[in-house]
């Protein structure tokens, strides 16, 4: 099968690709909106970009389905600071809630549950419940036609207690459970892994390796 890309539409393709990109790790995104407001939304067209600077990249379309600027990208481009957390299975439920559209005077943080704390480096709080969250400032914003692209540097990593060992500078990947986006509304768990290291793959492992 080949299918030209030129030749189908903008909807089209983004079924394909997002059915077949996968799975992708997901951003559960902390902004503040006028008055102090803490936005909260998922993106799954997300990753890590680099490490010297730390750079994370998210996407979030232009706008919403009622035709509105998106609450994220309005949020970033008016203050240049937000906060990515990484859902696991315990919080999986409420970050898909997350997605629902509201007003922007609506919290979706505070409507689904979470709590908030403040960061460290920047005024965006973040959600407690996470395992994971890294505290971004914006590095770089691209813009085309249907979406924003955001390159947020990172200033500060918070995760769950007992999740990194600081002195390897390793996760405990067996306490470590994130979920991933997979085709239409699905969603994935992490639990079943495996390793492709070869015969002695013993030999190289660790307490903080054993899954």
């Known amino acids: 099968m080949s299918i030209d890309f030129t030749q189908i539409t903008a909807y089209q393709r983004y079924k394909l690709m997002a059915s077949l990109i996968v799975p992708r790790p997901i951003a559960l995104v902390t902004t503040l909106g006028p008055g102090g407001v803490l936005n909260a939304a998922p993106f799954s067209m997300f990753n890590m970009v680099g490490e010297d600077p730390p750079l994370v990249m998210i996407s979030v379309n232009r706008f919403s389905q009622q035709g509105r600027p998106k609450d994220t990208a309005a949020n970033i481009l008016a203050r240049g600071e937000f906060v990515v957390h990484l859902p696991d ?52 914003h691209l813009e085309n036609d249907s979406r924003h692209v955001f390159f947020g540097r990172v200033t500060r990593l918070h995760a769950r207690e007992g999740l990194i060992d600081t002195e390897r500078w390793r996760v405990r990947l067996q306490d470590y459970h994130p979920v991933a986006r997979f085709g239409a509304s699905f969603y994935v768990r992490t639990r079943d892994r495996f390793s492709v290291e070869g015969t002695d793959r013993e030999a190289r492992s660790t307490p903080i390796d054993e899954i």
């Open 89 to 140: 299975e315990a919080i999986a439920d409420q970050m898909h809630a997350c997605g629902e559209t509201h007003p922007p005077q609506v919290s979706e943080a505070e409507l689904v549950g979470f709590t908030s704390a403040p960061s460290e480096s920047i005024a965006v709080p973040r959600i407690v419940e996470a395992p994971v969250a890294f505290e971004c400032v914006l590095h770089e």
